[in-house]
């Protein structure tokens, strides 16, 4: 079981997207979407191809960390201070798993540091193609499109 997708947006993503300085309704509906492809908004959150909520694997973590968040000293002390204080120095990678709002800032920064231009937040065919891109280069957009259907709902949840 899952965690309810109305919960992950207001609790979860939008705070951190609010942490972060980029509050967006887009940003909150592509994350809400990859958290259903990727982990179906929980009930996986390890498996084979990555960590959490959004199935990072171990190496895109720390690539992101050595050639984004390492150039932006600010960007990084933030994201940092998301994560637990001294279980990220023994394990930083178990972040991706234990720690949604962490997760959910190495989501966006994944997205971020991809440097793609973000459809509107009801365009759910443009946010599949920017989670493929990003999160899951062999997925279809119909992927996404069933993820969000069979676990965040219709349209209406989309903002």
Known sequence: MGIAASDLRQHVIRPTLHYLQRPSSTAETLLLGAAACQSALGSALDCGNGRGLYGISDERHQ?????????????????????????????????????LRYATAIAWMLVESSILVLPAADDLIGMAMIWRQVFHPEGSPRDFIDAWQRHVGGLSQVA
Do not use: I, Y
């Open 63 to 99: 690539q992101l960390w050595d050639r984004h968040l390492a150039l932006d000293p600010d960007l990084a002390s933030q994201v940092r201070g998301l994560a637990s204080q001294h279980a990220f120095l023994a394990a930083p990678h178990l972040e991706l798993t234990v720690n």
